[in-house]
């Protein structure tokens, strides 16, 4: 579904930095990719490049087969196929809940308001609040946002859902009842790459677990292996750090 | 109440009638400064002349045209039909029956008078606020329009847009409109209209080369308050409707424009009540709004300071009405 091959990304500003080395990694459908790694490893930055929120300068990446870093490549197909969940929610908040979940699905993948409305109360009953369809989301609390966000994104049919950070912003006690949505998203079989520091999250759903650190993939690996004998110096550091 | 409460120890219990006594006596205090001002200057003051500019009674008198005998009144509802037999010559005339001044039989000679009617009229400095009231309308709509679309081309990644903009903005920005508007009519509008007449064509009514300067001269500040307005957004907001695979244009559109354009309603008020005091130098490429009109009556009632007055007042009118429907687009777009 999902191939990088050594992707690399450059930041220039404030000074030169080699943000991304040679990442490389392949998701196939249905699998859960959960990417972790120290802050400013570089994880969410590749997660970035994959749908073009930031430019990979070298490297190549497709999804389903469209290649993501042609500069002829109609981004806005691939981008309506690669949901994002963000850590600050990005909802809109000039619009009802309802409104940020029919406004895409209207525009991009140009259904009616009926079909769109009809998707989104599906959805929203699915995350567990139909009963705020009609509220601005700032009347919402954090994980009903986030939960909101996902709907969001899933009312696009994606093919592939990427989550940066997703509970990082979050109450603790809000932190599970998004948990929650995304696990049942995995066991319908969603294909999802996943940034975050849950670890419980990681070990209990995840297919595959990614360690980066400094811009590099250092180690990959079923969360098993992962979370019981890591081979790398810097992911044990890492684990015995957080856990 | 305050936009920080909380911040500070609660108020005494008489804080609010306190300061709200004092606002009212300073009031009282300045109009009564302004009264005896008035007083005080060797000026006499007739505010009753003003009533003239806004309405008045017009007399329309019927003449005769020819000389003869009138032979017949014939009412027909509010006139009458008045049948003047001359030598050799007739005529009818049409006279409002209240007010006719002849009987039959009488004798009238030419240029005599038939009758006559009392018209209420509208007074020029109502013709010149209305003029003032479109003149602005028009400005405000454009100038809304061409803010947008430079503030668009000033954040553009093309660089022949933005500098355009930048170009644009710097010269109107800081040029003063008297020169702008000379120029729009004498030199742009000379040419244009030549153009026109060489192409057999009627020239452009004087107002739109008003019109358009005063739009771009707002404009220009206009883009800039879009721009800030637009960079105040929250790129979040933009990446979330991309990645939605909305195009760019759209996001603007339906995302970033509609949190840009309530957050700078205030400012846009700011400018848009800049942009009705502005049209006051419209007068010098003769247009005949409020300001050109109030000098004209000034010269014609030689009470100035009436006049003035009273001109102020109607610019208050506009600017405050403006103000009180951008605070309602304020409120209900929170």
New interface residues.
């Given amino acids: 579904m999902i191939v990088a091959t050594n992707v690399n990304k450059y930041f220039y500003v404030p000074e030169e930095l080699h943000a991304l080395k040679d990442a490389s990694l392949t998701v196939a459908s249905g699998e859960v990719v959960v990417i972790i790694g120290p802050s400013g490893s570089g994880k969410s930055t590749f997660l970035r490049c994959l749908?073009r929120?930031e430019y990979a300068e070298k490297g190549e990446i497709t999804i389903d087969g469209m290649s993501v870093l042609d500069p002829k490549a109609d981004i806005?197909?691939i981008?309506?196929?690669?949901?994002?969940v963000?850590q600050?929610f990005?909802?809109?908040?000039?619009k009802t809940v309802l409104e940020n979940i029919t406004?895409?699905q209207i525009?991009?993948r140009k259904r009616s308001k009926k079909e769109a409305v009809d998707k989104a109360m599906m959805l929203l009953e699915k995350v567990g609040i139909a009963e705020k369809h009609h509220v601005s989301p700032s009347k919402l609390s954090g994980g009903q946002q986030q939960r909101v966000?996902i709907a969001?994104?899933l009312a696009?049919d994606p093919k592939v859902l990427l989550f940066d950070e997703p509970t990082s912003a979050l109450d603790p006690e809000m932190v599970g009842e998004v948990l929650d949505v995304m696990k049942n998203l995995a066991k319908e079989g969603m294909t999802m790459v996943v940034v975050t520091h849950e670890m419980g999250f990681a070990r209990e759903v995840a297919d595959r677990v990614i360690f980066m650190d400094d811009g590099a993939i250092i180690e990959e690996g079923t969360p098993e292996h992962f979370f019981t004998n890591p081979e790398n110096e810097r992911t044990q550091t890492f684990l015995n750090q957080i856990l | 109440m305050s936009l920080y409460p909380g911040l500070d120890a609660p108020r005494s219990k008489n804080y609010k009638q306190f300061w709200a006594a004092v606002f009212c006596l300073s009031i009282i205090g300045i109009i009564a400064t302004t009264f005896f001002a008035t007083k005080s200057i060797d000026y006499v003051w007739r505010w009753n002349t003003v009533v003239k500019y806004f309405a008045y009674q017009d007399n329309m008198e019927t003449v005769a045209e020819i000389e003869g005998i009138v032979a017949s009144i014939t009412p027909n509802g509010l006139t009458s039909n008045v049948h003047v037999q001359g030598v050799g010559e007739a005529e009818d005339y049409q006279v409002p029956t209240k007010g006719l001044v002849v009987g039959v039989n009488d004798y009238v000679y030419m240029e005599d008078v038939l009758g006559s009617e009392k018209k209420w009229k509208v007074g020029l400095m109502v013709l010149g606020l209305i003029l003032t009231l479109k003149v602005s309308a028009i400005s405000v709509v454009l100038a809304l329009i061409i803010g947008i679309l430079t503030g668009l081309a000033r954040i553009s990644d093309n660089p022949a847009l933005r500098w355009t903009a930048i170009t644009y903005i710097e010269l109107v920005r800081g040029s003063p409109l008297l020169v702008q508007l000379m120029l729009w009519y004498f030199v742009i509008g000379t040419l244009f209209n030549n153009l026109l007449a060489a192409w057999g064509l009627s020239s452009i009514p004087t107002i739109w080369y008003g019109v358009v300067s005063l739009a771009l001269f707002t404009g220009a500040y206009t883009a800039e308050i879009v721009r800030a307005g637009i960079q105040s957004v929250?790129t979040?907001?933009m990446?979330?409707?991309?990645?939605?695979?909305?195009?760019y244009s759209?996001a603007m559109g339906?995302?970033i424009m509609?949190?840009a354009i309530?957050r700078i309603l205030p400012a846009l008020a700011g400018q848009f009540i800049s942009l009705i005091k502005d049209s006051s130098l419209l007068g010098v490429i003769s247009i005949r709004e409020l300001t050109k009109i109030t000098r004209e009556v000034v010269t014609a009632s030689l009470q100035p300071f009436e006049m003035w007055i009273v001109c102020a007042l109607l610019y208050l009118i506009l600017t405050f009405g403006l103000s009180l429907i951008v605070q309602k687009l304020e409120r209900s777009?929170i």
């Fill in positions: 749908n929120l806005n197909k981008r309506a196929e690669t949901g994002m963000f600050s990005n909802l809109f908040p000039h406004m895409a525009s991009v966000a969001r994104s696009m | 929250h979040g907001q990446e979330a409707a991309r990645s939605l695979g909305m195009s759209e339906k995302v509609p949190q309530s777009a």
